[in-house]
Nanobody, 124 residues
Framework: QVQLVESGGGLVQAGGSLRLACAASGRTFNNYATGWFRQAPGKEREFVTYISRTGGRTFYADSVKGRFTISRDNAKNTVYLQMNSLKPEDTAVYYC?????????????????WGQGTQVTVSS
């Protein structure tokens, strides 16, 4: 079992930055690939980014490519999401999720553990 807790959300103006953190407890975190997803009001949950167990591979949704950066510190059992040049359309609840398989997957149903989410609001 892995417990995930997100933090770092908040209110920011367009063009600003936020860094989210996803802290894991329970099983050894470096046995799990990790993804970030988001869900805006009235919309379906969408994939944002993925990082492999060791951090050697990352993937991004086209909508965030070049603006967001995912990283991980396995010694601290934490995955980070650095979000720059934020836009109002980035407003959503952001969730981190972990999966045992190290292969890339953008589908949320293929992740085994989820955090409770953190709200990110970008004002125009």
């Amino acid at each position: 079992q892995v417990q995930l807790v997100e933090s770092g959300g908040g209110l920011v103006q367009a063009g600003g930055s936020l860094r989210l953190a996803c802290a894991a407890s329970g099983r050894t975190f470096n046995n799990y690939a990790t993804g970030w997803f988001r869900q805006a009001p009235g919309k379906e949950r969408e994939f944002v980014t993925y990082i492999s167990r060791t951090g050697g591979r990352t993937f991004y949704a086209d909508s965030v490519k070049g603006r967001f950066t995912i990283s991980r510190d396995n010694a601290k059992n934490t995955v980070y999401l650095q979000m720059n040049s934020l836009k109002p359309e980035d407003t959503a609840v952001y969730y981190c999720a972990a999966r045992r398989s190290d292969s890339f997957d953008y589908r949320g149903q293929n992740y085994d553990y989820w955090g409770q989410g953190t709200q990110v609001t970008v004002s125009s």
